[in-house]
């Protein structure tokens, strides 16, 4: 695989919050990258510090609380986005990364108008003169789906309703023909029809364009059909990614498995048992030397609290954080998937 | 399935208008009917803005109705006073969808499972009360140390259970839940979860449990009641809506659930109905069926006349003119 092929590449990423009870220690040595093109899943749930790794790639941590450690790497196109100067920062911001957050409402300014939000950017970045920007704004607008664009753009975002406002801020980001979209919980907000055509909208913007998408969910539903890549984060790590189909079908770690079994199917007979993830994620004040899934883990060894597993390569770019893998571990069969009960 | 059923909670025909001034009305329920027996689960799903949570609300009388009827146990949840009341509120409780917003800051937790103790009378002395605390704190998984703290130590799914033990605490026979778990983590949800149908189990409870998320609502429900705009369009067994779904929106919705699975989502992908648009505003709505802007099916018919909810055999009813003419199974 050529260099060129991966349009992003995180190193080691650490990133740190500065609170008054101590530094939060958000993301804890992070390293994915992302092939042109495609789109990457991080799953995980809330505070495993998914949102934290998608703003730095946007370069949205502020200082003096938020601070990205020495050592580590964002590099797009094979430049660290960390080194970049003012210049470079305004046309990577917008020109070729663009993200949508899960609030829109509170994403969006809500004194300017709608095309006004969507014009600016074509503005700065391609240079269009008023006219021009406001038809492409019109134009943005048809293309998420929102009726009657010609009106719309004259409206503010408290006119539109949360799965519109959601539409707008996909015609923001997509305004500019971004190389790297970045969605951070997307659709968490929404209902689930209304996230159903969202995430089309989402899927045929990324095939016309050819855009790379980081997409950030704790819904494993939503990954499915979107992602070829899921990273699965726990406490500030990667404890497990690979191909979709590797980490459906064949999980290797205890929090992949517990994650997948943890969650009803629509499909799947009902009223049994779900499996659950005993008591609450690790402090990341403090958090543990070993393995951080270690005390809500049904296998942990003594060595888990001890020191953090490496990364056991399965093939196929699979790779998983877990002792279990160790060759003078036990043998541990990976449990029923599907709890038990076939279609 | 059991064939003796007795039924816990009767509904019918209940309506909740809200003015919302200039002479405008919003019909939250619209003429809602259903029973729940005892010992079941019944799910109520719908989008946000349909109802489902005024519907739970109104039927233990925390709202007024418009008009309608709600009888538990044979009596009318609306006009009941003094000692029925009163006995109607210890056998009725509430678990809320916000952990956060509804326990007082204030108050222990001790505090707050004892409240409804005091005013019940259901403890002899200061001995019995503190042994009941405890036990229900137990009961949901937290421990008697936990008694003397404040709400704000603990997480989200901790509060959870304190609103679950809260409720418990004055022995009731039927809880509304709504939406316990929206507000949780996956692998929390899942601990609630258990939690709701271990307890359903040890003390035969009845739930009307409301909430959005279909699929967790079909694993924990024997039968499942869809809402579209404040009308009931559906209502049958948790498998049968998923096996045989007939309203035109129960189906859209099901297809529009995606399920973890790689392969199974290709598959789908093909055959899903994707609906148009967006739920038209609850105000000042038009005559005929809620779902006819949305709705492929549409005819002249659905403009005209709102359709009955037709009984389609093996406990299955819709609510929609094409099912309407079908004979029963």
């Known amino acids: 695989m050529g260099e060129t092929k991966k349009i992003l590449e995180v190193k080691n990423l650490r990133v740190s919050y500065h609170t008054y009870a101590g530094e939060v220690k958000s993301v804890r040595g992070v390293s994915f990258s992302l092939e042109r093109g495609k789109a990457l899943a991080i799953v995980g749930e809330s505070g495993c510090g998914k949102s934290v790794t998608a703003k730095s790639v946007m370069g949205l941590i502020k200082g003096p609380q938020g601070e990205i450690k020495e050592g ?24 070729e990364c663009a993200i949508v957050f899960q609030d829109a409402l509170a994403s969006l300014n809500p004194t300017m108008r709608v095309g006004k939000q969507i014009m600016e950017n074509l503005i700065a970045h391609k240079h269009m003169s008023k006219e021009e920007a406001k038809q492409e704004a019109i134009n943005m607008l048809r293309l998420v789906g929102i009726p009657e664009p ?18 707008v801020m996909i015609a ?172 | ?81 003094g000692k029925d009341k009163k006995e109607f509120k210890k056998k009725v409780q509430m678990v809320f969808q916000d952990p956060y917003g509804s326990l007082d800051p204030r108050m222990t937790v001790a505090e707050i499972i004892g409240e409804g103790i005091d005013i019940h009378h259901l403890a002899k002395n200061k001995q019995e009360r503190q042994n009941m605390i405890y036990h229900y704190l137990e009961l949901v998984g937290l421990n008697c ?11 989200g799914g901790q509060r959870q259970r304190i609103g679950i033990a809260r409720a418990l605490a004055v022995q009731p026979e039927f809880i509304v839940l709504d939406e316990p778990i929206s507000a949780l983590d996956v692998s929390i949800q899942a601990q609630v979860v258990n939690l709701l149908i271990e307890l359903q189990k040890k003390m035969g409870l009845t739930y009307l449990f409301v909430a959005h998320d279909l699929s967790m609502v079909k694993h924990i429900s024997d039968r499942v009641a869809v809402l579209y705009l404040g009308t009931l369009v559906e209502l049958t067994t948790s498998e049968e809506l998923y ?83 079908q004979p029963k199974k």
């Open chain 1, 72 to 95: 580590s790497e964002i590099l797009y196109n094979g430049e660290n986005i960390l080194h970049y100067d003012k210049k470079q920062w305004q046309s990577y911001k917008g020109g």
């Open chain 1, 150 to 167: 010609e009106k719309r753009v004259r409206q503010y975002p408290h006119e539109f309703s949360g799965g519109m406002r959601q539409r």
């Open chain 1, 172 to 343: 923001i980001a997509f305004a500019c023909d971004p190389k790297l979209l970045i969605c951070d919980e997307p659709t968490t907000a929404l209902d689930v029809t209304i996230q159903g055509q969202i995430l089309d909208i989402i899927r045929d913007l990324q095939k016309k364009s050819g855009t790379s998408v980081i997409m950030i969910t704790h819904d494993l539903g939503v990954v499915a059909n979107i992602a070829q890549d899921i990273a699965v984060m726990y406490s500030g790590m990667i404890v497990e990614k690979g191909k979709c189909e590797d980490i459906f079908y064949t999980p290797r770690h205890p929090y992949t498995w517990a994650l997948i079994r943890s969650v009803p199917r629509l499909d799947l007979k009902n009223k049994q048992v779900l499996d659950t993830i005993p008591g609450t994620p690790p402090d990341l004040l403090n958090p543990p030397a070993g393995c951080p899934f270690c005390t809500r883990c049904k296998y942990c060894m003594q060595i888990c609290r001890e020191e953090m597993p490496e990364f056991t390569d399965f093939g196929n770019g699979h790779v998983a954080a877990c002792w279990l893998h160790h060759e003078m571990a036990p043998k541990v069969e990976m449990p029923d998937l599907r709890g038990g009960h076939h279609q």
């Open chain 2, 1 to 81: 399935m059991s064939e003796e059923k007795k039924v816990l909670l009767s509904v019918s025909h209940l309506k909740k208008y809200f003015p919302v001034g200039r002479g405008a009305t919003l019909k939250a329920v619209d003429d809602v009917s259903f029973e729940i027996y005892k010992g079941e689960t019944l799910g109520m799903v719908g989008e946000s803005g349909c109802g489902k949570t005024t519907c739970g609300r109104t039927c233990i009388g925390l709202y007024d109705r418009t008009d309608g009827q709600v009888l538990y146990d044979g009596k009318d949840v609306h006009t009941i006073t």
């Open chain 2, 145 to 155: 140390e936990h008694a003397n703290r404040f709400v704000h130590e603990f997480s």
């Open chain 2, 243 to 325: 096996v045989n779904p007939q309203h035109p929106y129960t189906q859209a919705l099901l297809s529009a659930i995606p399920i973890p699975d790689p392969e199974v989502e290709q598959e789908r992908d093909a055959h899903k109905i994707r609906l148009q648009g967006e739920v038209p505003s609850p105000i000042n709505t038009a005559p005929g069926c809620k779902f006819k802007g949305r709705c492929k099916y549409a005819t002249d018919r659905c403009g005209k006349e709102m359709p009955p909810l037709t009984d389609m055999g093996n406990q299955h009813f819709v609510a929609c003119w094409r099912c309407a003419g």
